[in-house]
């Protein structure tokens, strides 16, 4: 059975802290790693990771992936309180139907 | 561009009675989802569709049915509701198996 496990469950920070995220995932036919950013609704893609060793990043938010080991890291650098949001992480399988598989998330919340 | 917008945001049903959420999306999208999410859990995976006239289970479909006539609509059908049903629904859509996923806003189903 497909398993992604992200870690901490929650995380509690003040602004100007960074912060890592962790997911480390065990599955068939791996493809791609995403992250999401879930706010009030909807979920939101931040990054898609396919090769290791190549840092993904955008402003304050960067990732990297280690297919060897497993795992993904979302780094988030100088925190504000928009960052406050459920971190999902999801392994895309390699199948014809692109279907991914998402772990529990991470709540991450700014404290001024 | 409206995106992927379901319907409706909020139900309340009573034990045994049954209800379509409405999915549509305008980015001529191929491969759509259905996902629940309970709270402080991730995404899980219902029915998905890789086409019109195409779907297939995804992790837990029991109590639920789909169809996809067209390209745009992709209506999650739930007969006899069950209080293990409550949750945020998302329908999400992509491009043919890139993976990064378009989800609409939730629809929060209550059962009681």
């Known amino acids: 059975e497909d398993k992604v496990v992200q870690s901490p469950l929650s995380l509690v920070v003040h602004e100007g802290d960074t912060v890592t995220l962790n997911c480390s995932y065990e599955?068939?036919?791996?493809?791609?790693l995403l992250w999401y950013k879930q706010e009030k609704k909807a979920p939101t893609f931040l990054f898609m990771l396919?090769?290791?060793?190549i840092e993904k990043k955008s402003g304050r938010l960067s990732s990297i992936l280690d297919k060897k080991e497993l795992f993904s890291i979302l780094n988030i650098t100088a925190t504000q309180t928009g960052d406050s949001a459920i971190y999902l992480c999801?392994?895309?399988?390699?199948?014809?139907?692109?279907?991914?598989?998402f772990g529990d998330g991470t709540t991450l919340t700014v404290k001024p | 561009n409206a995106g992927v917008t379901q319907t409706p945001k909020f139900r309340i049903l009573k034990i045994g009675q049954s209800m379509t959420l409405q999915c549509t999306q305008d980015?001529?999208?191929?491969?759509m989802y259905w996902y629940r999410q309970d709270p402080g859990m991730g995404l899980k995976l219902i029915y998905y569709s890789v086409g019109a006239g195409i779907t297939d289970k995804g992790e837990v479909p029991n109590g639920y049915n789909v169809s996809r006539s067209t390209t745009e609509d992709f209506p999650l059908r739930l007969e006899l509701a069950a209080p293990s049903q409550t949750s945020v629904y998302f329908c999400?859509?992509?491009?043919?198996?890139?993976?990064?996923?378009?989800f609409g806003e939730g629809s929060r189903l209550t059962v009681l």
């Open positions: 396919t090769s290791s060793g």
């Open positions: 999400a859509s992509s491009w043919e198996r890139t993976g990064e996923l378009f």
């Open positions: 599955v068939t036919n791996f493809r791609s």
């Open positions: 999801a392994v895309l399988i390699n199948t014809n139907a692109g279907k991914s598989t």
């Open positions: 980015m001529n999208h191929n491969y």
